[in-house]
């Protein structure tokens, strides 16, 4: 075998070997690849899964939390209805018995205004009464003491009208008339005192006499009440 052959499959040796420590080296990098590319894969997958499991967690636990919440809020809303419900019943008591304490209170109100009226109009009642039988009373006081007063009015003046018809009769007038001339010619003939004297007669037929002289003599100007005074004595 010549040099060249030798030198020849040396190097064809050679390149097979290369040949052959690039492809373990290329199969060994493929199978790291893959390996990493497998193991990158199933991590890959593996945060996948837990993230979807996660995620299913989650909506099922946001579901339950849902309904945890429904639930809590229907019993706080039944709570708070029932609460509300017995608070209304228990205020609209109250309010029942507020107003039904108002309405005994605005009888009893009214009855005792009722009273008070029918008090008052029996009070004004008997005083009007009272005060008409004491105007009754004053008025037939009055009228018994007008009447009185007429009768003795009527008296007096039967009394006065007789009087004068007694003190001026004819023969006291006649009396008069002649005292007055005697007291002119007395004074005309200035002679002693005359002394006149008179014979009359009373309403009850008794005898009256009595003397006329100048020192109890009227003037010619005397009033009727002298004249009358000097008649009656």
């Known amino acids: 075998m010549s040099a060249r052959s030798v030198a020849m499959k040396v190097t064809q040796l050679q390149v097979r070997q290369t040949n ?15 390996e990493l590319y497998d193991s990158d894969k199933a991590r890959f997958l ?49 309010e029942r018995a507020y107003t039904e304490k108002g309405r005994e209170r605005v009888i009893s109100e009214r009855a005792m205004n009722t009273e008070k ?22 008025r037939m006081e009055r009228r018994a003491h007008e009447h009185d007063k007429e009768k003795k009015q ?3 003046r039967k009394e ?19 005292f007055f001339q005697n007291q002119r010619d007395a004074r005309e003939t200035r002679s002693a005192p005359i002394t006149t004297k008179v014979g ?12 006329i002289t100048p020192h109890c003599a009227m003037s010619r100007t005397a009033s009727t009440k002298e004249r009358r005074q000097l008649v009656a004595s």
């Open 200 to 211: 009359t007669r009373s309403p009850g037929g008794k005898q009256i006499s009595f003397e």
């Open 46 to 94: 593996s945060t996948q899964q837990d993230k979807i499991r996660a995620q299913h967690q989650q909506l099922a636990d946001t579901a339950q939390a849902v309904k945890t919440m429904t639930a809590t809020k229907r019993s706080n809303n039944n709570s708070q209805r029932s609460s509300y419900a017995r608070t209304w019943y228990r205020e609209l008591k109250k």
């Open 20 to 34: 052959q420590a690039v492809g373990d080296e290329a199969r060994l990098q493929a199978q790291a690849l893959k």
């Open 117 to 138: 009226r029918t008090a008052r109009k029996e009070l004004m009642q008997q005083k009007n009464n009272a005060a008409a039988m004491k105007a009754k009373a004053e």
């Open 160 to 178: 006065h009208t007789a009087r004068v018809r007694h003190e001026t009769r004819p023969e006291v007038r006649k009396a008069g008339r002649d």
């Open 154 to 156: 009527e008296i007096a």
